[in-house]
């Protein structure tokens, strides 16, 4: 070691002057000893790191005061410096000064001493682990101890971070994890924190349910000894607590199929943890609060959680009603904003008790707090699937109840949980597309977020959802391109991102019969039509344009999946629309690729083609460089296997071959450009034609006339057209034959180089020439 050779040399030693630092008045010095302690530790070798350095800084941690300098320090003391101590089997010697730090009140100072030291342990190795994995559960007591004085709030907010990591290096080390007693202790310490009288602590546990799923050995020991904790913590007096655990069961547990075990064998446990006595409660009021509903709903009563207690509102009085009282009426459809489902059917009185992913989302829709029910929202998708995947109960009935569970949430007072169900449809309607396209009402209540009588947001979320809808609802879409993974792929271009896959759930059913909602489909684009894409709604106030932007926005994915004519009247929408607001201009011509792609080069050159021209000298850059894009998108389209008439291709072709391009679109921009007496519109033509050059197989006659084209345009008088005609000009050297460079992309570069006056470009000039 180069440093420890110096060190020889030395007079004096280099752990004093880090003494000193440390002990410095000064912050100053106290954070420069801090941030070298890993040289220093490199300088000074492993033996010494382990014997004077740790002892040194758990020292300086029990005397230290400045939470800069802490903070500082629980991050040098990360698992990179495991390496200082002589590798992972002397990794133990750094949980104690983390721990220290851990115990620190102030929040970043726990939280990055809680990151480093899960830092550690997710990193240790099942060979070198065991002391590690010891000494990390002596860690986990120390800082959930009640008894202990030193132990504050930090110190449990710590822990409960800490008990996943700890879990999971147990797991790693030890074979019999089920049966380990330290691995006992650090469940025993998640229910001992589940029950802690911060709520802070509380939510903290809540927060690491998904992890502690995760990292148990079996599904059984997560089942048999934490549901009681969890169960307490979804019905918890406080709503911050409720949120973090209605969000961890649904999205980390029930919503994550690798741990689709532990979540079933949860669920078995909570049968036995809640009674079959509190499922009837639970049913008696619902159903009470069911009389009373007629709609429209006026009324909902105060919410009963799945453990069986009554929750009151924050304000300790009866909790009054969050849902919107009014049925929205438009032309002949009154959309009922009540919900009318049988919870009869959800708590089957024969069993003995209901299943709880049921329980938790029919109590939480009625929760007093609208952070819990936006909570529910956000995860509802792993409680539907949990439910339709798992229960013995496969009527569609009780889907379509356990759906109109969910509609509540749209008629909900509070902004934020009406956008968080709407951002949430798409991906339960991926669940099980066959149930959701039968539900009537809640197609209804997703068509009615998009009338001009809802919150600005609301809208745009609900515009959002209609067009996902589209797809996900869509014959036409396989379940490979909604989990992310379009079969297709391979055919299109690289720039085609609205060949992408969807990406919705990880639970799709078999579309089955396709026809049977065919009429949801119908319907749903019949509503973005009369409501999205009227001309009624194209004005220019703020609300529309961000309504029409969303609409736009998600149409470049959604185009490849409309049924039967949808797609020639979506083009004519494009066609027709001439919006004043650049940003629209701009989504319509992002959108123009992915109507291409749906309807071919036949139908885009008779409909589309003159608008997307025209766009090539708008007076907005923005709008003038998506034409140059999308021109690239047009480019690359591949034509599918059932195009081209064949059902196995060796290379893909393209809907707009290099010929095409270059009569259609080429030809028509070099007209413009002699025609243009403003420069930026010229250097958008310049940049359209850099595009062109690049085009797959086209002919060298094509190039040719590109590269005759860029050379004129490096002459212009204007030093930008110039400075942009050049860069294209080395972009096209790199794709055109020897004969082209030689006989006419040099001449021009040393022409230039000669005879150009402005700095910019002769650079660029030079830069080309020493490229080529």
Known sequence: NVYQVRMVSLDFSPLSLLEDDLRSSERSSRLRGIRGVHNLAIAVGDEQTRDELLGMIGAHIAREEDDEVMYELAGVLNADFIGNLGGCKHAHLILSPLRDLARVEETIVHERATESLADVLNKADCVTGLKVAEGAVEVLEQLACQEDASTGLGSKLSAA??????????RRCCEAQSSNPQARVARDIFCKLANDDAASVRRAVAIEIGAV?????TPEVFAEELTSAIWSLVGDEHDTVRVAAVEALGIQVLGDPS???????WADACRKVIGYEVSQDVLCSLNESRSRMSPPLTQVPAPVHSHGCTISSAEGGQCTSHLIQEPTVRGKDTYNVGCDYDFGSLLDEHTPVANPA???????????????REALARSFEGYFAHYCLHTKASDDYIRNNLL?????????REVEVRVAAYVAIPRIAAVHRRTFAEHAGILGNVCRGVHSSENPRVRVSAARALIQLLRVLSPLCSQQELL??????QCMGACDSFSRGIGFGHRIDDMSDPSSYDAAHLRIFQEVESTLL???????????????LATLGELIQSVPYLLGDAAERVAAIVETTHHDNWRVRRALNNVIPAIAAKRGRIAFEAQLLEGYIRSFHDRICQVRASAVESLAVLRDLARTPSDAGNTVKTECTRIFDPDWLMEKVGKRLSELYLTMSYYVYRITIVQAFEKLAVSPRIAEHHMEAIVLFLADAARDEVPNVRFTAIHALKVAASVTTDRLVTNLIKPVLNELSIADRDADVKTAVDQAITLI
């Open 259 to 265: 741990i689709a075990d532990t979540a079933l064998a």
């Open 534 to 548: 009227a001309p009624s709604t194209r004005g220019d106030s703020a609300q529309q344009v961000d309504v029409l």
């Open 213 to 217: 799923a995760h990292a148990v050995h």
């Open 484 to 489: 992310g993974n379009p079969a297709h792929s």
């Open 404 to 412: 109109s569970v969910f509609a509540n949430l749209f008629q909900d």
């Open 161 to 170: 971070r800490l008990i996943a990591p700890t879990l999971g290096v147990l």
């Open 358 to 372: 049921v329980l938790i989302a029919v109590s939480t829709c009625d929760d007093p707090s609208w952070l819990v």
